[in-house]
């Protein structure tokens, strides 16, 4: 009996301690269980309309508004007529870090929850299984080699299979480990290929399109030196950029990270040590190469006229969006797409492309979600831009992340208010909580005082800059990934292939049966 009275007393001071300042929960009369049943699913006080309204969809309260929306989706479906017909493009879309929390949270951004990113509008979607051969949370580098060459690797390798350990400095010599992306199958097949992001070009994700290599972090010569000596045999990513079988014939490369290809005797900028101005090289190698580094150079850029493109925007990442002017000499990832495109569209045998949101992740890093859910939104504007630039009949587009994060939207908020803002009730402590937050980060000193093991009020300390830091329950340098499935979304040729749930690494197996590429199973050998 002692435990019984123990619980519902439990229950009921729970119940009673979610509600907020000003705030008066019902008392909970009923039994342990039925109390521990509510303080789960609290019935909260409706906000004082003369300070917030809940914001309304017209419509939404009645019967009919739901079952029409749910005949019209229906009706929409069953239209549906699969495109079998064999892709001559193929776009592949990387939102790196970008989880479904961090899309439904983004919805919020464009209107409302029950908004829709662009590409959420695409009519196929499936879930793809992130796990690494060694880790069961993986990391941008060994993501990249599963959804561009189809085979899953280590932790912090990319373009080479499971063999290879990670920082490993001679396993990854044997040419046998090895394995080529979806660009090099496109190339073999007579496209183009390309690659777009916001990261550096010698980042994780976008080396998976051309480099082998057995850290990531080796993305110029230095860093090899250090961890591998001196005549390693090992070249870098830069290097293999500029230097190596599918890097130089890459038709467009777009993004950050000029520090990694040159020399630090020959710019204040370059981390090199070998010599070498690998952008100098480029600009020599062909009179119709063309170098960008501010938007408006790539703007003006007469793609008639240019054999290949290269465009550095900064000498490292690329800024943040929230972080940059109107009149910011850095182009938007959106901007960066449209010329990619129209320049990739002079071929006849068709491109492949890829393309990354790649800061939505750095940000997640940094438990800075405005930041992160920005340039989600940026994200769907490029994808936008390609949807528009493109035909579904003959092209493919795929949209993807590479893992989520720790990242948490909960908290019973109400329509229409901040998503950035602190949830209605408090926590059991009695202080308020935030809608977003994340299991571990950085941030975790900002909310919680370690002297008298409390949390502190985080309205205190998110302030509404882009900056903001968003509460974490574990101190960590940055936050973590997270392994749980990351959505896939689909249009065009074949794009129906693309439901269900199936390992990260089935993904270029599935582009290049679209539009025949590689020496697997395609539609062309069927």
């Given at each position: ?14 119940f ?6 000003g ?10 269980e039925?109390?521990r ?6 019935d ?5 309309s ?7 969809v ?42 479904v ?9 464009i ?23 060694d ?9 990249a080699?599963?959804?561009?060459c189809?085979?899953?690797?280590q932790e ?6 499971g ?26 097949a ?18 998976g ?7 990531r ?10 961890d ?26 777009l ?25 100098e090289?480029?600009?020599a ?20 006229n ?5 465009g ?7 800024q ?36 990354e ?11 800075q ?6 340039e ?29 994060h720790?990242?948490?939207y909960?908290g019973?908020?109400?329509r ?9 009730v ?11 937050s ?27 800059a ?17 392994g ?14 693309f ?28």
């Amino acid at each position: 009996m002692l435990l019984r009275a123990n619980a519902f007393l439990i229950a009921v001071g729970l119940f009673l301690f979610l509600a907020s300042p000003g705030q008066a929960a019902p008392e909970c009369l009923r039994g342990p269980e039925q109390c521990r049943e509510r303080s789960m699913h609290p019935d909260l006080p409706e906000p004082d309309s003369k300070v917030r309204a809940i914001r309304k969809v017209e419509g939404e309260e009645t019967t009919a508004f739901w079952r029409e929306q749910g005949v019209e989706f229906i009706k929409k479906q069953l239209a549906r007529e699969p495109n079998t017909r064999q892709a001559k493009n193929v776009i592949l879309f990387i939102g790196d870090g970008m989880g479904v929390t961090t899309t439904s949270a983004a919805r919020n951004l464009i209107g409302g929850e029950e908004k829709a990113l662009s590409f959420e509008n695409f009519p196929y979607t499936g879930l793809s299984k992130t796990y690494s051969v060694d880790k069961i949370v993986p990391d941008s580098a060994c993501t990249a080699t599963a959804y561009l060459c189809g085979v899953k690797g280590q932790e912090g390798t990319i373009g080479v299979n499971g063999v290879v350990t990670r920082a490993n400095c001679t396993s990854m010599l044997d040419e046998s480990t090895h394995v080529d992306s979806i660009a090099k199958w496109a190339m073999d097949a007579g496209k183009w290929a390309g690659l777009v992001t916001t990261t550096r070009v010698t980042h994780a994700s976008p080396s998976g399109v051309y480099a082998h290599i057995a850290e990531r972090d080796w993305e110029n010569d230095a860093e090899v030196l250090t961890d591998c000596g001196a005549n390693s045999g090992i070249q870098d990513i830069a290097y293999q950029l500029a230097r190596g079988e599918v890097g130089s014939k890459l038709k467009v490369i777009l993004g950050g990270g000029r520090k990694n290809f040159v020399d630090s005797t020959l710019s204040e900028e370059g981390k090199r040590t070998d010599g070498l101005d690998l952008i100098e090289e480029f600009k020599a190698a062909h009179a119709q190469n063309v170098f960008v580094d501010t938007k408006d150079e790539l703007m003006a850029v007469n793609v008639a006229n240019t054999e290949r493109l290269l465009g550095l925007f900064n000498y490292d990442h690329i800024q943040y969006r929230m972080e940059t002017a109107e009149d910011s000499p850095q182009p938007s990832l959106e901007q960066m797409t449209r010329k990619a495109i129209e320049y990739m569209s002079q071929n006849e045998q068709g491109y492949f492309l890829f393309i990354e949101g790649g800061r939505i992740d750095q940000a997640h890093h940094k438990n800075q979600a405005r930041m992160a859910l920005n340039e989600t939104i940026e994200f769907s504007k490029a994808i936008a831009a390609a949807q528009e630039l493109t035909n579904e009949e003959d092209t493919l587009l795929v949209v993807t992340a590479d893992h989520s994060h720790v990242f948490s939207y909960a908290g019973y908020a109400n329509r229409g208010e901040d998503i950035f803002g602190r949830a209605p009730v408090n926590g059991t402590d009695g202080t308020p909580y935030m809608v977003l937050s994340y299991a571990n980060g950085p941030s975790y000193e900002n909310f919680y005082d370690t002297q008298s093991k409390e949390r502190k009020d985080p309205t205190s300390v998110v302030t509404g800059a882009p900056t903001d830091q968003f509460p974490s329950g574990v101190p960590m340098y940055d936050d973590s990934h997270g392994g749980d499935d990351v959505a896939v979304y689909a249009l065009g040729p074949w794009s129906h292939l693309f439901t269900g749930v199936y390992e990260q690494s089935t993904i270029p197996h599935l582009m290049a049966y679209a539009s025949c590429l590689g020496d697997g199973h395609t539609v062309c050998s069927t």
